[in-house]
């Protein structure tokens, strides 16, 4: 299947940073999503996009659908403490009701 | 609403034994998936289901049995587990309008094979 590619697998940044996190293919995929995990708890959808080149917030979150319809960005702007977990893309292709994820992006940040 | 609903928590199984987990949500929701997340892997679809007495396979679904006789339960069986199958689970929903998009996830079952 195709496979979504996330970066960076990690990332360590102090209190008031800004964060950015890309997920790429190559192929074509119609809907993006990005999900936070806290430790023991499943994924918490933080934002849907729908279409190419769409830019949705969500509070201090943006995420863009890349016009290309291969990439999806998601940027944290004036990153707390609470932003602390892992950060999922997800992707669907069109007609196609198999979502696929990426591996993840883990944010630690410092007070 | 209680939203998606996931038993047991934790489970320790020998090889070879074999298991159901619970899944289960009260938000009508049509579609509803079994992933399963190792580390370093994301999340990998097992089974999923557009409706009650439909069913179909995702990404990674050897091992693994599915079936939905109603809307609100989705139960995933292990014949005979394996070592492999050591992972965390996740159940998850969403609206059929949706596309199955914006899914939302139960807390998870560990489990671990030995």
């Known amino acids: 299947g195709q496979q979504l590619n996330q970066s960076p697998q990690s990332m360590f940044i102090q209190e008031g940073e800004d964060v950015s996190m890309n997920c790429t293919s190559s192929?074509?995929?119609?809907?993006w999503l990005w999900y936070k995990q806290d430790p023991g708890e499943g994924p918490v959808l933080l934002i849907a996009l729908y279409k190419a080149g769409e830019l949705t917030s969500n509070g201090r979150l943006t995420a863009q659908f890349g016009i290309t319809r291969k990439d999806s960005f998601l940027n944290i702007s004036a990153s707390i403490p609470s932003d602390v977990g892992i950060y999922f893309c997800?992707?669907?292709?069109?007609?196609?009701?198999?979502?696929?994820f990426g591996a993840g992006t883990r944010l630690t940040v410092k007070p | 609403n209680a939203g998606v609903t996931q038993t047991p928590k934790f489970q320790v199984l020998k090889t070879g034994q074999s298991m159901t987990l619970q899944c289960a949500q009260d938000m009508n929701h049509e579609y509803m998936s079994w992933y399963r997340q190792d580390p370093g892997m994301g999340l990998r679809l097992i089974h999923y289901s557009v409706g009650a007495g439909i069913t179909d396979q995702g990404e990674v679904p050897n091992g693994y049995n599915v079936s939905r006789s109603t809307t609100e339960d989705f139960p995933l069986r292990l014949l005979s587990a394996a070592p492999s199958q050591t992972s965390v689970y996740f159940c998850a929903s969403s609206l059929l309008a949706r596309g199955g998009n914006e899914q939302f996830f139960g807390p998870g079952t560990r489990l671990t094979v030995l």
């Open positions: 997800a992707g669907r292709q069109y007609n196609n009701n198999d979502m696929r």
């Open positions: 192929s074509i995929f119609n809907t």
